[in-house]
């Protein structure tokens, strides 16, 4: 049975739907990612679940008990969540040692073993040596790992992260991403993780589900997301993409100004009526003499209409030369072609994923 | 299959329940702070507005009292006297607080923090004291000013007298001139000195960039203090008591002071007071309309570095203004007051051989009534203060967090006494509770209540800014560890907010200490405040002892606002917060 269940859920305020539909479950001990631009609902959800806010419609169940319906819900405090919130809400009237102990002495756990546990947890988390600290003596880093470590302590049924780590520098909160993942790998606690950084989501997360307008776009493993996005949204919001369109007729697949054989994409592509499909930048290869057509692949000639340098690749802008589109392709440091030369793109139809 | 939806429907009736009680206690909730604000508020506003339309014994309807109070010549004058005395006050006050504010925010005039000090002190001075020093220092012949001027010229009488529309203008003036200093210099202070660059760099000069720029870009905030000023004026009663009544005149407040006397007309007073009403809720509505209006003050926030400008000569002539400002609203008034306090006879001058502390030991141990007044003054203005602010501390919380429906309804409540004057208030409180079935009159309590009234709107402007600055987070972060939403209040909400709470008792504590419009109506022999006893005092002519008691009253108020700049921050009570 899964541990937590979201079962057509969705928030309405007024005339606006922040949340549309959504279904997802988690496994226990399972890591999930909210991921998706500002206002697409992700932090709505993540209430939702925590109880601060009631959905409009469906349920949200624990252990296939119902914690959240439209007609009532277990307050917060009953839920045995925890949560960390974007501020990190840590209590500044109370030290560091005080705001870890104060869930495990809200469940009347005995003074001693409350000690032993905090200190635990603080090892864990590498603050012992601040316990006494106010947080108005840590840096933002810090106070982060006070607020990991307070969540985690009283061992909830779910841990809940609304951005954790927007609030920090570029290297802490790469820093943090990995801590977070090595404290799940510890604790094994269910997570429902929300972000709009992409790269959060895909070091720390079992599965993500990509979210967009209210709704769930896609949920999937980070590998499978990237390497297979069922929908424009993802594929574009996830990593760079170029996105072609082509008719097919059974046989091939006809682009504007080059076709591909049908044998070589996936299975799912249809045999008639137009695709649309999501191709990775780094996914072509651009060289100077025709390649060998093998297994599937086609190459095309193209011209280079634009080119930057980036240090560690190459940004090129491509035109196929019977073609109006232009492609954007990435290339190592190594493969150096000035504007207006010719050269030929070599595509993989098995790296082409179709888009609903 | 109907097991589960048996269990449905089991989940559903519960939900229902569930939510029907939440709903119960938050509808509870929102109807006792309703009825808290109606009583405190709609009632003696609405009392006051039916009482001036009924007749004193029957209760019928009537125009009868709209008759009596305007129908009379000296009644109508006494309205034309207070408008006067608005508009001068408000102007004076312009001339006195605009420069100085441009001076302190745009310039390198010297001694900046000690004329902000000074201003702070106008600000915390109550208008009737500063009224009593200038009676010192201004009465016909006797006044420090005229001796001065008499020794120095040999001339037979004085020149100067404070018993007229004049000198009551520049009483009122002098103390009330701090608002239009808040108002300007905080606009001042947000207007980016690049605005002042760009005209400077296209050519203009400093005084042509001040009349230009600077100066319109706060144009609505000095008409804010400006209309402030007025309403400030219209509806003081000390001073104008202490000064018109003696130069026979009356203004609007006295006027209705003496309805007030033996028989008792409080529906004739009622409707009297209407027209101050009305102005008053009038202006606010201009002030909010003026200072709402978006895109004409720039306030974009401090863009880095702020250029002062160098005045050159010219500062010490800036700064030479701001002292006389300060003499005639603190230095002059406090000194001849201080003076009066240790004094055997004012009249007979800084020799030491007049000095004596005997009026300060007859008032804390020879008159048993003075001692008992100082009591009542700190006692009824901190239980206020504490009420002011428990009340509004709840309604702000209610409100922010948006726990009831309508809860906006609750924060109007709290800010309309705002433009209700004191003594209008008063009145009100004095005709809904002072007759049975409460029959409050006399007691403390109905002072209190007024008092809590009174000054709601401060209180409410604390708290919710306040409980604004603390994140929601910090509070469902204990939520969400198990603890309840009174766990989170108690062992969050309230330490964090115990910094802002102690500011906002002390902005209450203060005005109440020192309130006199709305006392006057209400104390009762037992219940009396130093305000009215100054007042009584003044009455009597006996201005060392009266001197002594403003004495103690401003170290007090000293005290305590010292207390907390120290522990608050400084300048807490000259930052805008309406």
């Not at chain 2, 209705?256 to 529906?267: A, D, K, M, N, S």
């Not at chain 2, 606010?284 to 926030?301: A, D, E, H, K, M």
Request: charged share 15%.
């Amino acid at each position: 049975m899964s541990r937590l269940k979201l079962s057509g859920v969705s928030k309405r305020y007024g005339d606006f739907l922040a949340v549309d539909n959504i279904d997802l479950e988690l496994q226990s001990g399972e890591f999930v990612s909210l991921l998706g631009p500002s206002g697409c609902g992700k932090t709505t959800t993540l209430r939702m679940i925590a109880g601060f806010i009631d959905p409009t419609l469906g349920t949200i169940e624990m252990d296939g008990q119902i914690l959240s319906s439209p007609s009532g819900s277990v307050p917060p405090d009953r839920r045995q969540m925890s949560m960390i919130f974007q501020s990190y809400a840590i209590w500044p009237n109370m030290t560091v040692e005080q705001n870890v102990a104060f869930g495990l002495e809200l469940r009347k756990i005995a003074r001693a073993e409350v000690r032993r546990r905090v200190g635990e947890m603080l090892e864990v988390v590498h603050m012992s040596h601040l316990a006494d600290r106010y947080p108005a003596e840590l840096s933002g880093g810090q106070q982060q790992r006070v607020a990991l470590a307070r969540a985690i302590v009283i061992r909830p049924s779910v841990l809940l992260l609304d951005e954790p780590l927007s609030n920090l520098d570029a290297t802490l909160r790469e820093e943090m991403r990995f801590e977070i993942r090595r404290l799940h790998d510890e604790f094994h606690v269910t997570t429902v993780y929300v972000t709009h950084d992409q790269a959060e989501a895909m070091v720390t997360s079992d599965r993500i589900a990509v979210m967009n307008g209210g709704r769930i776009e896609q949920v999937d493993a980070p590998r499978a997301l990237y390497d297979k996005p069922k929908t424009r949204f993802v594929a574009g919001f996830i990593g760079r993409t170029n996105f072609i369109e082509g008719t097919s007729d059974g046989r091939q697949i006809a682009f504007d100004g080059f076709a591909l054989p049908h044998a070589g994409f996936e299975r799912d592509v249809p045999a008639g009526g137009k695709a649309v499909f999501s191709v990775r930048p780094h996914s072509m290869r651009l060289s100077e003499a025709p390649p060998t057509a093998n297994n599937g692949c086609a190459a095309v000639g193209v011209v280079i209409m634009e080119r930057a340098f980036l240090g560690e690749h190459w940004d090129y802008v491509v035109k196929p030369r019977e073609s109006a589109m232009t492609l954007r392709v990435t290339t190592s440091p190594m493969d150096d072609f000035p504007v207006g030369a010719s050269a030929w793109l070599e595509f993989e139809p098995r790296q082409m994923a179709l888009i609903a | 299959m109907t097991d589960n939806s048996l269990e449905i429907r089991a989940l559903h009736f519960s939900g229902v329940a569930s939510r029907l009680r939440r709903l119960d206690a938050s509808l509870l909730l929102w109807l006792a702070l309703i009825a808290v604000l109606a009583f405190l508020i709609l009632n003696p506003v609405l009392r006051l507005i039916i009482s001036s339309l009924q007749q004193t014994d029957t209760g019928h309807f009537t125009l009868a009292n709209y008759r009596s109070a305007y129908g009379n010549i000296r009644h109508l004058q006494s309205l034309l006297n207070s408008l006067e005395l608005g508009v001068g006050v408000a102007l004076l006050a312009t001339c006195f607080g605009v420069p100085i504010a441009w001076a302190i925010s745009r310039t390198d005039m010297p001694c900046k923090a000690f004329i902000r000090l000074m201003v702070f002190a106008a600000f915390v001075t109550p208008p009737y004291l500063g009224a009593i020093g200038w009676i010192l220092l201004a009465g016909p012949n006797s006044g420090w000013l005229n001796k001065v001027w008499m020794a120095l010229t040999g001339a037979g009488h004085g020149i100067f007298n404070i018993y007229s529309m004049t000198g009551l203008i520049l009483v009122i003036a002098v103390t009330s001139f701090p608002y239009t200093f808040v108002f300007t210099s905080s606009a001042l202070d947000l207007v980016s000195s690049e605005m002042e660059d760009a005209a400077n760099i296209l050519g203009a000069r400093t005084l042509r960039t001040t009349l230009r720029i600077t100066l319109p870009l706060v144009t609505p905030a000095i008409i804010g203090g400006i209309i402030i000023s007025f309403l400030e004026a219209i509806a003081l009663f000390g001073a104008p008591a202490l000064i018109a009544l003696p130069a026979r005149f009356n203004v609007v407040s006295t006027q209705l002071w003496q309805f007030f006397e033996y028989p008792v007309r409080v529906e004739e007073a009622a409707a009297y007071a209407m027209p101050l009403l009305a102005i008053t809720v009038l202006m606010f509505w201009i002030q909010r309309r003026i200072l709402g209006r978006r895109g004409y003050t720039s306030v974009t926030g401090k863009g880095g570095e702020r250029r002062m400008i160098a005045l050159g000569a010219w500062r010490w002539a800036m700064l030479a203004y701001a002292l006389l400002v300060c003499a005639l609203s603190v230095f002059l008034p406090m000194l001849v007051l201080i003076q009066a306090a240790f004094a055997k006879a004012w009249g007979r001058g800084f020799s030491l051989d007049n000095l004596t502390l005997h009026n300060f030991y007859y008032l804390l141990f020879e008159q048993t009534q003075a001692k008992q007044t100082i009591v009542n003054t700190f006692v009824y203005s901190g239980v206020t203060a504490f009420a002011a602010i428990s009340l509004t501390l709840a309604i702000a919380y209610v409100v922010n967090r948006k726990l009831v429906p309508f809860s906006n309804v609750l924060a109007f409540l709290c800010m309309a006494p705002f433009v209700v004057p004191g003594i209008v208030l008063a009145i009100g409180f004095y005709a809904a509770y002072a007759p049975p079935p409460l029959a409050l009159y006399g007691t403390a309590t109905i002072l209190i209540l007024g008092f809590t009234t009174r000054f709601l709107p401060i209180a409410y402007t604390s708290s919710a800014a306040g409980l604004r600055s603390i994140n929601p987070e910090m509070e469902e972060a204990v939520r969400i560890l198990g603890g309840s939403r009174l766990l989170a209040i108690r062992k969050v909400l309230i330490p964090l907010l115990k910094k802002s709470l102690a500011g906002a008792w002390i902005l209450v504590f203060i005005p109440a200490t020192r309130e006199l419009s709305s006392a006057i109506f209400l104390v009762g022999p037992n219940t009396r405040v130093i305000s009215v006893m100054l007042f009584d005092l003044s009455e009597e002519g006996n201005f060392e002892v009266l001197a002594a008691l403003g004495v103690i009253l401003l170290v007090a108020t000293v005290a305590i606002a010292a207390i907390g700049s120290k522990v608050i921050g400084r300048d807490f009570m000259l930052r805008r917060n309406s």
